[in-house]
């Protein structure tokens, strides 16, 4: 009776220590770059280059900002509580899904500077567009969501070890 009650015991000990193993930290992992910089594109992040950041706070969401100026396109990749202090545009719906940025009409209205390249006013960027994910790791990836990976490897190793 020893034996069975010690071979049923393991893999709820395997399945606690990779669950435990997996939720390291609660807070969200999410990808930091702008795609000035080598491997973070429009599309993709060369993960191998940028690695994941751990978002801050604990009801934290992965952002990733598109700006538009004709063929111009710029996009950003952080958590929204890292984006919050520096943009004044960031939409007050923040549920999961893309939507336009928020008109700032009084941004620098009282500053009389000639010097163009410092965009007091925010206006370079004709079309802005925010991504707010948050119900998976890494979702700020690419417009559509991406699977974790983990969470498929860690499945797929438990169904061999209870199955086999």
Not at 107 to 133: G, I, P, Q, W
Request: with cysteine.
């Amino acid at each position: 009776m020893y034996s069975t009650y010690t071979n049923h015991c393991i893999p709820v000990l395997v399945l606690t220590a990779v669950l435990l193993a997996t939720n390291v930290s609660g807070n969200l992992w999410c990808y930091k770059c702008v795609s000035s910089e080598p491997g973070c594109t429009v599309d993709a992040v060369n993960w191998f280059i940028h690695s994941a950041i751990t978002c801050p706070r604990s009801d934290d969401k992965c952002v990733k900002i598109i700006d538009r100026k004709g063929s111009d396109l710029l996009i950003t990749r952080d958590c929204l509580s890292n984006i919050i202090p520096f943009r004044r545009d960031i939409p007050a719906d923040r549920f999961e899904g893309c939507r336009p940025a928020a008109t700032q009409p009084k941004l620098a209205v009282y500053v009389d500077n000639s010097v163009r390249e410092l965009d007091l006013k925010k206006d370079y960027f004709s079309d802005t567009t925010y991504c707010f994910c948050e119900f998976d790791e890494w979702c700020n990836h690419s417009l559509k969501m991406q699977s974790n990976y983990l969470i498929i490897f860690t499945i797929a190793l438990l169904s061999l070890i209870l199955f086999h």
